[in-house]
């Protein structure tokens, strides 16, 4: 019943921008660290930015400076903005919420949303 729902992708010329959200639901444990990874055809899965629940942040090389993660706890949200965008940021992105109780961490993934980039 636990579901993290992304919306924001889509089709977008180089140098625009795209807002990716990724809310969860269905979760009671304390969300700690929420993150964005991608996947273009052919490539291994990659961690784009994350933050603590401290919201510490961090990004991969090749997003920083046009990506910026943020989050939202009272709804249980994270958001990627994506400005500047290249045609090698096309790819599926992902949202990954890590959570915890008193006992163990749980770990979710969204569903992913396409993110297309044209020249």
């Known amino acids: 019943q636990v579901q993290l729902v992304e919306a924001g992708g889509g089709l977008v010329q180089a140098g625009g921008s795209l807002t990716l959200s990724c809310a969860a639901s269905?979760?009671?444990?304390?969300?700690?660290?929420m993150a964005w990874y991608r996947q273009a055809p052919g490539k291994q899965r990659e961690l784009v930015a994350g933050?603590?629940?401290?919201?510490?942040?961090s990004y991969a090389d090749s997003v920083k400076g046009r990506f910026t993660i943020s989050r939202d706890n009272a709804k249980n949200t994270v958001y990627l903005q994506m400005n500047s965008l290249k045609p090698e940021d096309t790819a599926v992105y992902y949202c990954?919420?890590?959570?915890?109780?008193?006992?163990?961490?749980?770990?979710?993934w969204g569903q992913g949303t396409q993110v297309t980039v044209s020249s």
């Open positions: 269905g979760i009671i444990f304390s969300i700690r660290t």
């Open positions: 990954n919420v890590h959570s915890v109780d008193f006992t163990r961490t749980y770990a979710y």
């Open positions: 933050i603590t629940s401290g919201t510490r942040t």
